[in-house]
């Protein structure tokens, strides 16, 4: 079965340091990623995806993250934060092989910024 | 591109009564879900149309849930004699076929049961 752990549940970096969130899936087939963010009180925006090809892939607000199978992993990352990058982070992933359409996320890693 | 759009924002009710939520998707996008969010957790697939043929429910979709997307635009979600597990942000999002497209969220309709 599908899974995803995100293994840090809250972060706290200062502002303009850069920042890694880690995901790691279980699938057997080819998985398509996604990372999404989340305000409170909000719904899910899609920072990036990955589906195939290169394995760095850049998102919007200067996130970007690595595809790297060896390791079932699709770390986000970005080199400087801003205070308002404070938020939920959600990895997830798909499988393209699958006739479920349904995509499996993460229990998220909360982001705060230290000013 | 109006972005996916769920009403009521927020519902409070009492334990036992019925509440209906409505998800209007992206125009174009034919694939419409459903997801619940409990606190602290990530979203939680509950059931998914494509067009108006609703093609897969989840295990957590007990008998008292409903989901219908009658003309394949628009889609209610209704739960019936509410209890104090369904407290939760229920999730609409949309997007295109093939399935790899990503889904779009909207903010989500926050349901508090007293």
């Known amino acids: 079965a599908q899974s995803v752990t995100q293994p840090d549940i809250h972060i706290t970096v200062s502002e303009g340091a850069s920042l890694e969130l880690r995901c790691n899936y279980s699938y057997g087939a080819t998985p398509y990623l996604f990372w999404y963010v989340q305000s409170p009180g909000q719904g899910l925006q899609l920072l990036l995806k990955?589906?195939?090809?290169?394995?760095l892939v850049q998102g919007i607000k200067g996130f970007e993250a690595e595809f790297k199978r060896s390791q079932s992993s699709f770390n986000l990352r970005k080199p400087s934060v801003h205070w308002s990058d404070a938020a939920e982070y959600f990895c997830?992933?798909?499988?393209?092989?699958?006739?479920?359409?349904?995509?499996?996320f993460g229990s998220g890693t909360r982001l705060s910024i230290r000013p | 591109d109006t972005g996916v759009s769920q009403d009521p924002r927020h519902k409070i009710t009492k334990r036992g009564q019925n509440v209906t939520f409505r998800c209007d998707p992206i125009?174009?996008?034919?694939?419409l879900y459903w997801y619940r969010q409990t606190l602290g957790q990530g979203p939680e697939f509950l059931t998914y149309f494509q067009n108006e043929a609703q093609l897969e429910k989840s295990r957590l979709l007990s008998d008292r849930f409903s989901a219908e997307r009658p003309k394949g635009s628009f889609s209610t979600l209704e739960i019936q004699r509410t209890e104090q597990g369904d407290s939760a942000m229920y999730l609409c999002?949309?997007?295109?076929?093939?399935?790899?497209?990503?889904?779009?969220f909207g903010d989500g309709t926050r349901l508090s049961i007293l």
């Open positions: 997830a992933v798909g499988a393209l092989e699958s006739s479920a359409s349904k995509i499996i």
């Open positions: 990955y589906f195939s090809g290169d394995t």
């Open positions: 125009s174009e996008h034919n694939r």
């Open positions: 999002a949309s997007s295109r076929t093939p399935q790899n497209q990503p889904q779009h």
